[in-house]
């Protein structure tokens, strides 16, 4: 007695692609939302008197990347050979990763209330911090908002810099908080295949990110999306191997 089995490799290679599809799109969401977590909110409330700032020097890993990029940067962005060997210099001999630290005045925690300057509806907006919208498209604090700030932070908010538009979940009002564009913009942009295979991007859809997550003249590193990537290493394999099982019917 003898039977005969056919084997579909046409159907077995597009459930594997379809498990990897959703596997990778999974990591990426996740990678996303720990990226949205650590990003840093933009600085413009006063620290109590006698808080310090912590730093780190950078790994070598992360000294090798912030090199790589600065000469990028200045060679096809925006060519200058003398801020590239400047940028260059600077990450190599004295660049820091700023620490996050409990208590800061600045964290999305500790001063939520504070950060919302009202909300807009149908071009209006309802003050519910005591702001009022200015002509610059800035607004100016009220008075216990204004005393909270730093004479910087006065200037982003009354210039609009610092000011970030969170539209509501239904979509019916706009609030207007301080700080929160860079979290905001941090999203999972899909899996495309190339000819390499399939990659999924996360991105932080704002033009100063990268000026956050590495070093510059100017700032201490706050880096947010790597250790986002790299805390999802471990489960990779795992979660792709899930993913290609449920596909293959397991």
């Keep these: 007695m003898s039977g005969t089995y056919w084997f579909d490799k046409g159907r077995v290679k597009e459930a594997v692609r379809s498990g990897v599809e959703s596997g990778l799109d999974e990591i990426a969401e996740r990678v996303a939302s720990e990226a949205r977590r650590r990003a840093p909110i933009r600085k413009v409330f006063k620290e109590r008197k006698g808080f310090r700032r912590k730093f780190r020097t950078l790994t070598p890993a992360e000294k090798n990347l912030a090199i790589k990029r600065a000469q990028h940067y200045y060679t096809a962005v925006k060519p200058n050979e003398f801020k590239m060997r400047r940028a260059v210099a600077h990450v190599r001999y004295y ?13 999305l925690a500790a001063s939520r209330s504070q950060r919302v300057l ?23 604090p009220g008075e216990t908002l204004g005393k909270a700030l730093t004479s910087r932070g006065k200037y982003e908010v009354r210039s609009g810099r610092a000011i970030h538009m969170a539209a ?11 700080g929160g564009a860079l979290k905001a913009s941090i999203g999972n942009e899909g899996v495309t295949e190339t000819p390499d295979g399939m990659k999924a991007t996360i991105a932080a859809a704002i033009r100063y990110a990268k000026f956050v997550e590495f070093p510059t003249i100017h700032n201490a590193a706050q880096p947010f999306l790597l250790p986002a990537l790299h805390g999802e290493r471990e489960r990779l394999p795992r979660t792709l191997a899930a993913h290609i099982k449920r596909s293959l019917g397991g």
Excluded: M
Excluded at 118 to 140: I, K, L, M, Q, V
Excluded at 168 to 178: E, F, M
């Design 95 to 107: 660049a820091k990763v700023q620490l996050p630290r409990r208590g800061s005045a600045n964290s």
């Design 168 to 178: 509501s979940a239904t979509g019916a009002q706009t609030r207007v908080q301080v």
């Design 118 to 140: 009202g909300y807009e509806r149908g071009g209006r907006f309802t003050s519910t911090s005591g702001a009022t919208r200015n002509r610059s498209g800035g607004y100016e």
